[in-house]
């Protein structure tokens, strides 16, 4: 989305995910005594993270980004890196590199359909996943500030003249894109249990991934993009003699392959 919007790969973004997983673990450290550990906790954590997060990322828009707009695109590359090294080296001083448990006390029960076992919190993730999913699609698709960003994405001058705020809506672009990392980044720490300092940089290639094998720009794209690479790396992973520490390499094999074949995506 960001990349439609203002042509920038945002290199941050992983590291944004990582924040909104700590940031999703602090809050529920608050509210565990007063609403509990478990799925209303984690929601409430949820949705606040998303909201800090939200803002961080137009801070970070406004100092790191708006002023290199009009600079050459490495050099708004490099500062999107410089980024993602503040934030990642920031959380790596203040926990000292350790993982960090998150504390959700979410249960163990789901359904049983023969050989395959789907836990409820599987499925209450999954939900939430395309819940926002949808959101977001429908939030670009049929709302001012959706078709302004789609505008802004053919021309921004033009949007200018029309009398779009462009300087609004590309903030709003990044509050939308950094709050559903943070709200990522808060379900994986519920679901896996920990957090990390380094847990978003390989989540953040594989989202260019992603973004790559549906088409960089396009939101429906990147969803089918995610469930692509997760499908192919869940079957690659099964094939006789290749284990679980083979799903990378399978994963930017795949991407190679993309960009050789059919570099516009699916």
């Known amino acids: 989305m960001i990349f439609g919007v203002v042509k920038l790969l945002n290199f941050a973004h992983g590291d944004i995910y990582m924040v909104g997983g700590f940031l999703g673990f602090l809050i529920l450290s608050v509210l565990a005594p ?81 050989l395959l076992f789907i836990s409820y919190n599987q499925m209450i993730l999954v939900g939430t996943a395309a819940a926002l999913m949808i959101g977001l699609e429908l939030f670009v698709s049929r709302t001012q500030y959706g078709r302004a960003m789609r505008a802004i994405s053919i021309d921004k001058d033009m949007c200018r003249l029309m009398g779009i705020n462009v300087t609004a809506v590309i903030a709003v672009t990044f509050f939308i894109g950094s709050a559903l990392a943070a709200a990522a980044g808060t379900m994986a720490g519920a679901y896996y249990g920990s957090i990390w300092y380094f847990m978003g940089f390989l989540i953040g290639i594989k989202a260019f991934t992603a973004a790559v094998i549906g088409g960089i720009g396009s939101i429906p794209g990147a969803m089918l993009g995610g469930l692509i690479l997760g499908l192919l790396e869940a079957f690659g992973t099964q094939i006789p003699g290749i284990g679980s520490e083979w799903k990378d390499v399978f994963s930017f094999s795949v991407l190679i392959l993309v960009l050789v074949l059919k570099p516009t995506g699916l």
């Open 34 to 114: 007063y609403v509990g550990p478990g799925w209303t906790g984690v929601a409430i954590s949820m949705v606040v993270a998303m909201i800090a997060v939200g803002f961080l990322g137009v801070f970070i828009q406004r100092i790191a980004y708006q002023p290199m707009l009009n600079a050459p695109r490495l050099s708004i590359l490099i500062t999107a890196l410089a980024v993602s090294l503040v934030l990642q080296n920031g959380v790596l001083t203040l926990t000292n590199g350790q993982y960090q448990p998150f504390g959700a006390d979410l249960g163990f029960g789901g359904i049983n359909l023969g």
